[in-house]
């Protein structure tokens, strides 16, 4: 099992960036690939970062390559 393997135990946790800034939290995973709902506040920069244009949704997914890491408590961010 990989450092980045999400799972259905990772809905409900916290996003955070390579600052511990929360972006987000994990509302479901599907297929390996947790989508996020992100905190209203984030930024477009961040979400430029992430690779999130505009969707029409209110969650966006997660790219394996954007996890730094996942705890019990939170997946942390890089980019």
């Known amino acids: ?9 990772d809905e409900g946790k916290k996003v955070v960036d390579e600052n511990g800034d929360q972006v987000g939290i994990v509302s479901d995973v599907e297929h390996g690939t947790a989508y996020v709902d992100p905190d209203p506040g984030l930024t477009e920069k961040v979400k ?10 209110d969650t966006y997914p997660l790219q394996e390559e954007t996890i730094a890491s996942v705890t019990d408590d939170e997946i942390r961010l890089q980019y």
């Open 1 to 9: 099992m990989s450092a980045t393997e999400i799972t259905d135990d």
């Open 48 to 57: 430029s970062k992430l690779g999130w244009g505009d969707r029409d949704e």
